[in-house]
C-alpha cells in the first residue's frame, strides 16, 4: 500500500537536545511538507520541498532543519534554538501542483522533558 | 491577510442527525477546497473536495457547498454516526500553497 511514514509516533526531549523526526513516503509525490500543530491552531508550515536537493522556510522555520536527499525521505530535525518545540508534527506529501490535496502521515508528539 | 476560518469550534449532535460544518475563506483567488477529518492522535484524512467552478459536490454521506458570492464552504454529514467524531477542518488552495483552517470538534452524542 502506498503511504506516508512518520516515527517515532511518541518522542521525548531534553533541554539543549536536537531530535530528529523521519518522514518517508512511497507515493513517488514530488513535493514534501512539515507542519505544526498545537491545540487550538491551524497547521502551521515549518518547511517545504518541492524537488530533491531543494527546500524552502515555510512561516515559522526558526529553530528547525530539513533535508532532502532522497524523493522518499524528508526528516526534520528540532533544534536546541526551538524555544516551544512540544507540539504535534505533521509530515505530508503531494503531487508536485498539490492537485487533490495533500496525504499526510500519522504525526509525531514531541515532548519537552 | 488570507485566512481560513470557522463559525464553531465544537459542534455536539445526536446520533443519526447531520451534521453541519461551516468555513469561512477570505481569498477570493482560491480555486480548490478540501475537507479533512482529523482524529484524536492521527493524521488528517482527505474527505471531499471541490473546486471554484462547481457550487456543489457529494460523496458518500457527505456533501460540501461552495458560496464563492459569500466565501463560504459547508461540509454536511448525513446520519452522523459515533465513528465520525473527529476534528474537521478546511483547507483553500492559492496559487501553489494550502491555507488550513482551525478546525470545529464534532461530538457525536449517543
Known amino acids: 500500500d502506498g503511504g506516508i511514514t512518520q516515527s517515532p509516533k511518541y518522542l521525548f526531549r531534553k533541554e539543549g537536545q536536537n531530535v530528529t523526526l523521519s518522514c518517508e513516503q512511497n507515493l513517488n509525490h514530488d513535493a514534501m511538507y512539515w507542519y505544526r500543530q498545537d491545540p487550538g491552531q491551524g497547521l502551521r508550515l515549518i518547511y517545504y520541498?518541492?524537488?530533491?536537493?531543494?527546500?524552502q522556510k515555510g512561516d515559522i522555520a526558526e529553530g528547525y532543519s530539513v533535508s532532502r536527499e532522497k524523493k522518499e525521505s524528508f526528516p526534520l530535525t528540532v533544534t536546541s534554538a526551538q524555544k516551544n518545540p512540544t507540539a504535534f508534527y505533521l509530515c505530508a506529501s503531494s503531487s508536485a501542483t498539490g492537485n487533490y490535496g495533500y496525504t499526510f502521515g500519522s504525526g509525531t508528539r514531541l515532548t519537552v522533558v | 491577510g488570507e485566512s481560513v476560518g470557522l463559525h464553531l469550534p465544537t459542534l455536539s449532535v445526536q446520533e443519526g442527525d447531520n451534521s453541519i460544518i461551516n468555513c469561512a475563506y477570505s481569498n477570493s483567488a482560491s480555486d480548490y477546497f478540501i475537507w479533512y477529518k482529523q482524529e484524536s492522535g492521527k493524521g488528517p484524512q482527505f474527505i471531499i473536495d471541490i473546486r471554484s467552478n462547481m457550487d456543489k459536490r457529494q460523496g458518500q454521506r457527505v456533501t460540501v457547498l461552495l458560496n464563492k458570492t459569500v466565501k463560504h464552504l459547508s461540509l454536511q454529514i448525513a446520519a452522523t454516526q459515533p465513528g465520525d467524531s473527529a476534528v474537521y477542518f478546511c483547507a483553500e488552495k492559492t496559487a501553489y500553497k494550502y491555507i488550513f483552517g482551525t478546525g470545529t470538534r464534532l461530538k457525536v452524542l449517543a
Open positions: 520541498s518541492q524537488i530533491v536537493n531543494d527546500f
